[in-house]
């Protein structure tokens, strides 16, 4: 198996642009999960899904944050406008069952904004 | 809400020493697992505890559970340069219902030759 993929790995991007991150779960996952790393606050768990369906979005920072999952091979995470504190590695990652089942992390995607 | 902390943030050891991070939950615990992030890279599965008071280990790394589920602690033996990294655990609440893995903030280990 490829295991989670993510792309872009890198973007700078300039304040006020929007951000779309983008994520292919491991085939027959049935939990999708967004985190968030920073030196500051670690890794924080965003949103998550379940077939496709979202679950909590409890983490999500605010408004300007955005995620869909319209099938169960892909998800975006969508930041709009962007704005420098939002600088950090996103992990997408997914799950056959939620907690109980190992978490399989993709490689992140390192967001720079400017 | 459930949390979840690890201590220490941060150790530096010499290569060949002992290193050991500690997690405490506040609440018990149904599962605890344990993750490994390289730098740069992304956090990687090492290991999953279930039942109270459980030990396990792989070859240098020793896993504890504790007996009333609500902490647990890796040991590493002899350190050595391939295990820099940041280790995080990460533990499921009891009686979650619906719910998902709570990651402590992680132990940066770095190791110098």
């Known amino acids: 198996d490829a295991g989670v993929i993510q792309s872009p790995r890198h973007e700078v991007t300039e304040m006020g642009q929007e951000v779309t991150l983008r994520c292919k779960p491991i085939?027959?996952?049935?939990?999708l999960f967004w985190y968030r790393q920073t030196m500051m606050r670690g890794l924080e768990l965003l949103i998550y899904?379940?077939?496709?369906?979202?679950?909590?979005d409890s983490g999500m920072p605010e408004d300007r944050f955005s995620a869909k999952m319209p099938n169960a091979s892909f998800s975006t995470l969508k930041i709009q406008p962007s704005e420098p504190r939002d600088s950090a590695v996103y992990f997408c990652?997914?799950?056959?069952?939620?907690?109980?089942?190992?978490?399989?992390f993709g490689e992140g995607s390192w967001l720079t904004v400017v | 809400g459930q949390q979840v902390m690890q201590i220490p943030q941060y150790q530096h050891v010499q290569e060949g020493e002992d290193f050991t991070t500690y997690c405490n939950s506040s609440?018990?615990?149904?599962?605890i697992q344990w993750y490994k992030q390289r730098p740069g890279g992304h956090p990687v599965f090492l290991i999953q505890?279930?039942?109270?008071?459980e030990v396990k280990k792989q070859k240098r790394l020793t896993f504890q559970f504790g007996e009333a589920k609500k902490n647990s602690s890796l040991h590493i033996t002899a350190t050595q340069t391939t295990d820099v990294g940041t280790y995080f655990c990460?533990?499921?609440?009891?009686?979650?219902?619906?719910?998902?893995?709570?990651f402590g903030k992680g132990t940066m280990l770095l190791v110098s030759p």
């Open positions: 990652a997914s799950s056959f069952t939620a907690g109980g089942n190992t978490i399989y």
């Open positions: 085939s027959g996952h049935d939990y």
């Open positions: 899904f379940n077939n496709n369906v979202p679950i909590d």
């Open positions: 609440t018990t615990l149904s599962n």
């Open positions: 505890l279930v039942k109270s008071g």
């Open positions: 990460a533990g499921l609440p009891l009686n979650s219902g619906y719910s998902t893995l709570t």
